[in-house]
C-alpha cells in the first residue's frame, strides 16, 4: 500500500506556481489576485477560506476576503459579486458555500464572471468541460486528477467507480475521468442513494472516489486486492480533542488501507490538492491562458 500524500504534492506545485509569479513580477506584470466572499461564520468555511488566504501568500498572490453576516440580503450579495466582475484588479474570486437558506446558490454562482469564476462552478465552465473545451476546471476533481497523474496511476481502460454525484465532485470528476485524455479514458460509474447493489458495484472497480459525506461508507468488504481510492469526504465527527471535532472520511481507513494499491488520507490527501488548484486557475485567469 502507497499512501497518496496530496500535502507534499500541493506544496511542490505551490512552489512552481510562486517560481512562475516571480518570473511574472520581474518583467513588470502585477500579482495574480484572488478574491473570497465568506457569509456567515461556518466553522468548515472559515477553515477552508483561511487555508485559501494562507497559499495565496505562498505562491505570492495578492488576496482579499469580504465578509458578510449570514443575514445579508441576496441583493446586496450580488451587488458585491457585480462589483468584483468588474474590478480590473482582480483576476479571479470565489463565494464560499454552503450559503444561508434564503440566498439562491445558482442565482449566485451564475452572477459571476465566467471569466473570473477560478471555482469552475458556472454553467459556461461545466459546459466546456463536458465537452473538452478549456476551461476552469472544479478544483477538487482537478485536484483529484492531478494526484492520480503525479503517482502514475494508470486510468486507460481503469474500471472507476464515483461514490456522490454532487455537481462540486462526483458529476465534474466523473465526465473528467472519462475524456480522452491522460489521466482519463476511464469506465465510469456513478452511484448515488439511489442505487443497488453498491457494495458489488465498488467490489469490481480499479478506482474508487469517494464523495458522499458519509463517515467511513466504504467499508474493506467494498474493496478488491490492488485497489486505488481517493477519499474526498471531509466531515467533522465529535472527538476527544482540542477542538473537540476530526475530520473523517468516507473511507474506513483503519480496514481499507491494507487491501489497497494506492489510498489518500483524511486529512492530508484532497483537501491540499483543492487550494492548489484554485491557485492554478487563478494563475491562468492572470495570464488569460484560457480566456
Do not use: W
Not at 492531478?146 to 465526465?175: D, F, H, M, Q, W
Request: proline share 5%; with cysteine.
Amino acid at each position: 500500500m502507497q499512501l497518496i500524500d496530496g500535502k507534499s504534492t500541493a506544496q511542490k506545485i505551490k512552489q512552481q506556481i510562486a517560481q512562475q509569479v516571480d518570473e511574472m513580477i520581474a518583467k513588470g506584470a502585477r500579482r495574480p489576485h484572488l478574491a473570497a466572499i465568506l457569509v456567515g461564520h461556518d466553522g468548515g468555511s472559515e477553515t477552508y477560506v483561511a487555508n485559501k488566504v494562507k497559499a495565496c501568500k505562498e505562491c505570492g498572490f495578492k488576496s482579499t476576503l469580504i465578509r458578510f453576516e449570514d443575514n445579508i440580503s441576496e441583493d446586496t450579495l450580488l451587488q458585491s459579486i457585480h462589483s468584483l466582475n468588474n474590478d480590473s484588479e482582480v483576476d479571479g474570486f470565489i463565494v464560499q458555500l454552503p450559503l444561508p437558506k434564503h440566498i439562491n446558490e445558482q442565482h449566485i454562482i451564475e452572477a459571476i464572471d465566467y471569466r473570473k469564476d477560478v471555482d469552475g462552478f458556472h454553467p459556461i465552465n461545466v459546459g466546456r468541460m463536458m465537452i473538452g473545451l478549456p476551461c476552469f476546471k472544479s478544483a477538487t476533481p482537478a485536484g483529484i486528477l492531478t494526484l492520480l497523474e503525479t503517482y502514475n496511476i494508470p486510468t486507460r481502460g481503469a474500471n472507476c467507480v464515483v461514490l456522490g454525484r454532487s455537481n462540486i465532485v462526483g458529476k465534474p470528476v466523473a465526465v473528467m475521468l472519462m475524456q480522452k485524455a491522460i489521466p482519463g479514458n476511464c469506465t465510469v460509474t456513478v452511484c448515488h442513494s439511489a442505487t443497488p447493489n453498491i457494495k458489488e458495484i465498488c467490489r469490481n472497480a480499479d478506482i474508487i472516489i469517494a464523495a458522499l459525506g458519509s463517515p467511513k461508507f466504504l467499508t474493506a468488504d467494498m474493496v478488491k486486492e490492488g485497489a486505488t481510492i481517493i477519499d474526498v469526504g471531509t466531515t467533522r465527527v465529535p472527538a476527544n480533542t482540542p477542538k473537540g471535532f476530526k475530520l473523517s472520511g468516507d473511507v474506513d481507513f483503519e480496514n481499507v488501507a491494507h487491501k489497497c494499491a494506492y489510498i489518500s488520507p483524511v486529512p492530508g490527501g484532497v483537501g491540499p490538492m483543492t487550494i492548489v488548484s484554485l491557485m492554478q486557475n487563478t494563475l491562468l485567469a492572470a495570464t488569460h491562458a484560457i480566456y
